[in-house]
């Protein structure tokens, strides 16, 4: 039988303890589902009054907290209430307010800008304050969606980046349990409630993975944990991968009928089809990200979203995985953004992130943070003009740094593009900050077509020799980056001849059509004729 991994850490409070491993994640931010109203979504979670009701639930969820609170845990809800009705945070929440920001955006930037100077400053004191603000930021964020922070099971093991002060105090640790945090301080105030109350503490552990529910142990008193046999530190920061797609494994090997190697990637429209992926077979050359945000709130997210991104990336394996960036707007809203002034002229993609770069740099973050668990590349969506990836690439490398200071783990995925505007299709060529670019051939064939989006399956048929053609001369200036095609064409065996023509040697389509294009192509040459004997 394996040992058990040891992993070294720093104790925070003395004590041994063992139990089943709670993984932490933030709270949710409100959906559109989640609230009560029958109004819109913006008006739902939009407005300073429903912050300012959030607050106030907050507030008082405190004062319940601190019913019968020891001396030292009252002085500690004190400061989060202080926090709460400090006049400087109502201003600049309400500034980004006035600026067009979404109530949500608006108290998430606010907060996350707090948190950032107290993680940067000098005094260990100071950057141990940085947890009660994060768990503020997170009461809030519960209250506006009606989903207050729940308690972990009595005798867990606590496994998380950092712990917030009110979920401690909050817990029942009459029954055991402990505490194994990535990184926090002995100066902070979860390390001095757990001295207080003797719960075994143990910080700087840097992070590792556990899944819900591991037997683990935290040793407060020589300073280690001890996991089961199979878990790992997960890597620290590296820099940027190949580009996803540009090789595949023998176990997804494919070849033309004269030999010609072929990728074949699936799409992936919804997190519920994660589970479902076989990595023994194929990678993913397309998850539409926009399909898990249900609201704009989702959107502010940058945990959920993670744990969605890590979900795919750890299911895949050592196969690669394309995910795009969220491709709303125009025909695609998002529920929460509707009357804002920046949808008045019907922007789209990345046209909308960046004119919205608020909702760009909490996925930025979020991707930036999963792609250290897997082969991530990152694409854009519906590219018009080359300064689109420099502007978005600069986000990302904003975003990094900012995550660096905070000793999160990261890395840089290559960053790509979707091809499906005639314009760009033209001129690939003027595209050398992209790293890869993948043919979206519904939006290709509907603007190529000038067809209403309603119209476009009708009319496809009749628009596919101009789209073959367009492919045919876009592939030529690509330069010898890799190259796919994600659209519908990718997975009707129809087209499939005129897209080996073309010279596409990468096709990403949805699983069930994966069957169908992988026997046409075997059946194939490269040059989109059939096989002798065919």
Not at 100 to 116: H, K, M, P, S
Not at 261 to 268: A, D, F, M, T, V
Not at 416 to 445: I, K, Q, R
């Amino acid at each position: 039988m394996a040992e058990p991994f040891r992993l070294k850490a720093k104790s925070a409070s003395p004590g041994i303890a063992s139990g089943p491993a709670f993984l932490a994640e933030e709270p949710k931010a409100p959906s559109a589902a989640e609230q009560p109203d029958t109004a819109p979504a913006s008006r739902a979670i939009g407005g300073y009054g429903a912050l300012e009701k959030a607050i106030d639930i907050s507030i008082s969820e405190l004062e319940h907290l601190a019913d019968g609170a020891d001396a030292e845990s009252r002085d500690i809800i004190d400061f989060q209430i202080e926090v709460l009705r400090d006049p400087a945070i109502a201003e600049a929440t309400g500034a980004r307010l006035e600026a067009d920001e979404n109530v949500v955006f608006a108290w998430v930037a606010t907060l996350d800008a707090y948190i950032g100077e107290l993680e940067a400053a000098d005094e260990e004191q100071m950057r141990a304050r940085a947890v009660d603000i994060l768990d503020i930021k997170n009461r809030v964020l519960g209250a506006l969606a009606g989903t207050p922070i729940a308690d972990f099971p009595p005798g867990s093991v606590f496994v998380g980046k950092d712990m917030e002060p009110s979920r401690f105090l909050a817990h029942d640790w009459s029954k055991g349990g402990g505490i194994a945090l990535f990184a926090s301080s002995t100066a902070g105030h979860v390390a001095l409630l757990a001295r207080a109350k003797s719960v075994p503490m143990v910080i700087g552990t840097g992070r590792f993975s556990a899944a819900d529910g591991d037997p683990v142990s935290v040793d407060g008193n020589a300073g280690a944990v001890i996991l089961q046999a199979g878990s790992m530190l997960i890597p620290p920061l590296a820099p940027a991968q190949e580009p996803a797609g540009d090789t595949q494994t023998t176990g997804g090997e494919l070849r033309t009928a004269d030999g010609v190697p072929i990728l074949l990637s699936i799409n992936i429209n919804d997190p519920a089809e994660i589970d479902a992926l076989d990595p023994a077979t194929a990678g993913v050359g397309l998850m539409r990200s926009e399909f898990s945000i249900t609201s704009v709130a989702d959107a502010a997210n940058e945990e959920q979203q993670l744990a969605i991104y890590r979900r795919v990336l750890e299911q895949a394996g050592d196969r690669p995985v394309t995910i795009r960036m969220l491709d709303i707007g125009g025909d695609k809203p998002l529920p929460g953004l509707e009357d804002l002034p920046a949808l008045a002229s019907g922007l789209r993609g990345i046209r909308l992130l960046l004119a919205r770069p608020e909702i760009a740099r909490v996925q930025a973050r979020a991707l930036l943070r999963a792609a250290v668990f897997g082969r991530l590349s990152v694409m854009l969506p519906m590219v018009t003009f080359p300064d689109e990836i420099d502007r978005m690439r600069d986000i990302f490398r904003e975003e990094a740094e900012k995550l660096g200071r905070r000793a999160l783990h990261h890395r840089m995925p290559p960053i790509g593009m979707m091809v499906e505007v005639p314009a760009a299709a033209l001129m690939l060529d003027a595209f050398g900050a992209a790293a890869f670019f993948s043919f979206g051939t519904n939006d290709l064939t509907q603007y190529l077509a000038a067809s209403a989006r309603d119209d476009i399956d009708a009319d496809a048929g009749k628009a596919a020799p101009a789209v073959l053609r367009l492919l045919a001369q876009a592939v030529k200036l690509t330069a010898g980056k890799p190259v796919s095609i994600c659209g519908d064409m990718a997975g009707n065996p129809h087209y499939l001849p005129g897209l080996l023509a073309a010279g596409l040697r990468h096709f990403s389509v949805a699983p069930a059509r994966r069957p169908a294009i992988r026997s046409a192509i075997i059946g194939l040459n490269a040059d989109g004729t059939k096989a002798a004997g065919e």
